[in-house]
């Protein structure tokens, strides 16, 4: 029976840290690699400019690590990496919640007929 709850807890707990968030200012370089797209290589370069100044937001992030836009940030926040406890707030699933919603607040003028208005 307690075999049982050990293993219960040992599951939960290790589904609890699984899904935990590796925030890019805080993390080691083997955090950092067991996010899903994100290797040795961009690892490195990830502590290296880390050095330099902690990362402000994600913005500061793409700009300063080369080998990861706007694409790739999302993906990696997807997958549980956070810049200073945010999650990426862009890129390509924002620009298409963007083109499906309508603009407001935008007049939209008719296409011209051609005929001549006398």
């Known amino acids: 029976m307690w075999v049982s709850r050990l293993i219960g807890a040992f599951l939960l707990f290790f589904t609890l840290t699984a899904w935990a968030a590796v925030d890019i200012n805080t993390a080691s370089a083997d955090d950092l690699?067991?996010?899903r797209g994100i290797g040795p290589?961009?690892?490195?370069?990830?502590?290296?400019?880390r050095k330099v100044s902690k990362f402000k937001n994600w913005d500061d992030l793409?700009?300063?690590?080369?080998g990861i836009g706007e694409a790739k940030a999302s993906k990696l926040s997807q997958e549980g990496l956070t810049v200073n406890?945010?999650?990426?707030?862009?890129?390509?699933?924002l620009k298409q919640q963007q083109k499906a919603e309508p603009s407001r607040g935008k007049k939209v003028s008719a296409a011209p007929t051609g005929k001549a208005a006398r």
């Open 41 to 49: 290589g961009t690892s490195t370069k990830i502590l290296d400019q």
């Open 85 to 93: 406890g945010d999650k990426f707030k862009g890129g390509p699933a």
């Open 33 to 35: 690699i067991s996010i």
């Open 62 to 66: 793409i700009q300063r690590v080369s």
